[in-house]
């Protein structure tokens, strides 16, 4: 199974993509899609598309895994986070591409076991789960162990697994 994670923002999308095989797991690629905050809104945006396209043609995943919308004090960055994350759905929907979504808590929970873990711990825990040598930029961090916690959320028994949103 060939899982993309997505950690949507605006500025710094980030991307991770692992392949789970036989029981072992391991990351295909990672990185960010960056934008400057120079460039305008809907620039950004369509950078974002065409990103997450490129992506999803060239590492062909299974499905998608992105963060669940968490709360901000500030409305006009909840809005611009839901147009960046809405953008990321579409491509994944139009691609054919089964998306699932997870609260940042159980992300967290299900990388290193405690839903209060400080990012650091999340991202040193995905460099031990994926044998990286190198810690992966902050972003792509995120998104791989967003991608990992999918992979740690499937049960055998059926209704406990994640639904498609």
């Known amino acids: 199974m060939r899982v993309l994670g997505i950690d949507t923002s605006l500025r ?3 991307v991770g993509v692992i392949e789970s095989l036989a029981g072992k797991t391991v990351a295909i690629e990672c990185g960010r899609i960056h934008n400057s905050d120079r460039i305008c809104l809907s620039e950004c945006l369509r950078r974002i598309d065409v990103g997450i396209r490129d992506l999803i043609q060239r590492t062909k995943p299974d499905l998608a895994s992105i963060e669940d919308i968490f ?3 500030n409305a006009h ?3 611009v986070l839901g147009e960046a994350r809405g953008v990321v759905i579409a491509v994944c929907a139009t691609s054919g591409i089964p998306i699932y979504q997870y609260e940042p808590r159980r992300v967290k929970q299900s990388i290193t076991g405690s839903g209060a873990a ?3 711990q999340v991202r040193k825990m995905v460099m031990v789960l994926l044998g990286l040598k190198e810690e992966p930029q902050e972003d ?3 998104a791989l162990a967003i991608a990992l916690c999918h992979l740690n959320s499937r049960s055998p028994v059926a209704e406990l697994n994640p639904k498609p949103i």
Do not use: L, V
Request: a neutral charge; charged letters at 25%; hydrophobic letters at 35%.
């Open 71 to 73: 709360f901000a004090k």
């Open 77 to 79: 960055t909840s809005m």
């Open 118 to 120: 400080e990012k650091a």
């Open 140 to 142: 792509a961090g995120d």
């Open 12 to 14: 710094s999308t980030g």
